[in-house]
């Protein structure tokens, strides 16, 4: 195996990895299953539907969207446009942190 082919392998095992550990739950193939891992799953399977010649940048960024977004829940903060926007920055910040690293500890440049 090339070692561009195995550093993304390592990226997306480390991404499903994180994303195992989402307590929140959903059926999928008879079985509850981590629900931000099926997504991400599913974000990968359609964008191999529509783009099968997709960069590997895109397929990286499409795997760890919502990377472990239960940790930061909508329900702590308040239920208003600024709140939700509030929100969605923590997200966004959070989920860019969070694959940044798991990306350079796998091999990929800032």
């Given at each position: 195996?090339?070692?561009d082919q195995h550093r993304f392998d390592q990226a997306v095992a480390r991404f499903d990895a994180a994303n195992a550990e989402d307590p929140n739950g959903e059926i999928a193939d008879g079985r509850v299953q981590?629900?931000?891992l099926l997504?991400?799953?599913r974000l990968s399977a359609m964008l191999?539907?529509?783009a099968p010649d997709s960069t590997e940048s895109l397929r990286?960024?499409?795997r760890c969207q919502h990377i472990q977004r239960w940790k930061i829940p909508r329900s702590d903060y308040p239920k208003t446009?600024?709140?939700y926007k509030q929100w969605?920055?923590?997200l966004q910040k959070f989920h860019a942190e969070t694959s940044?690293?798991?990306l350079r500890e796998v091999g990929y440049d800032a």
């Amino acid at each position: 195996m090339n070692t561009d082919q195995h550093r993304f392998d390592q990226a997306v095992a480390r991404f499903d990895a994180a994303n195992a550990e989402d307590p929140n739950g959903e059926i999928a193939d008879g079985r509850v299953q981590p629900k931000e891992l099926l997504y991400a799953q599913r974000l990968s399977a359609m964008l191999a539907r529509f783009a099968p010649d997709s960069t590997e940048s895109l397929r990286l960024a499409v795997r760890c969207q919502h990377i472990q977004r239960w940790k930061i829940p909508r329900s702590d903060y308040p239920k208003t446009p600024a709140g939700y926007k509030q929100w969605r920055s923590q997200l966004q910040k959070f989920h860019a942190e969070t694959s940044a690293r798991i990306l350079r500890e796998v091999g990929y440049d800032a």
